[in-house]
């Protein structure tokens, strides 16, 4: 009996077949858990996950075993995209709350420069004419980083809250 010698693997009770010694399967997929063989045959099929063990070495199987099980699960919720559907998702969210991060970030320049006078170092200064030096003064840089706080950040919550590809809102 299988790779446990007490009861034939889950793939062997799937297929109903007599688990052999060496049987390909009885290492990945121990017959206490038979949902793990059962997504992975549905979607790759017994032959074609015996083939692609059979070719990799003994100890690259196990990592190849749940790769194979985690692509099964996302295909099953994902048939089209699988894996890469939930990693295209995600990739989306982090490049969404990395803007909002820039917005705030901003933010957070703007209102700390004008709290504070903009001071040009003492060389600058005595280079600059008159009407640089009153430019400089009265027309602060903040006002080119001032972002209205309340219609960005319902602009970024608004893009957030598209529906997910798994049926259920990103941010609510």
Known sequence: MGGNGTSPCAS??????RCAQDCIFA???????PHKFAIVHKVFGASNVSKMLQELPVHQRTDAVSSLVYEANARVRDPVYGCVGAISCLQNQVSELQMQLA????????????????????????????????YFLNNNL???????????????????????????DMVS
């Open 12 to 17: 062997c009770k799937s297929l109903r077949r």
């Open 103 to 134: 917005v705030a970030q901003a933010e957070i320049l703007c209102i700390q420069m004008q709290q504070e006078p903009m001071i040009l170092p003492s060389q600058q200064i005595n280079t600059c004419t008159d009407d640089e030096r009153t």
């Open 27 to 33: 290492p990945y997929f121990p017959s206490d858990d």
């Open 142 to 168: 903040p006002q080119y980083l001032n972002f209205p706080s309340s219609s960005s950040s319902n602009v970024i919550h608004d893009s957030l809250k598209r529906e997910g590809i798994f049926g259920h």
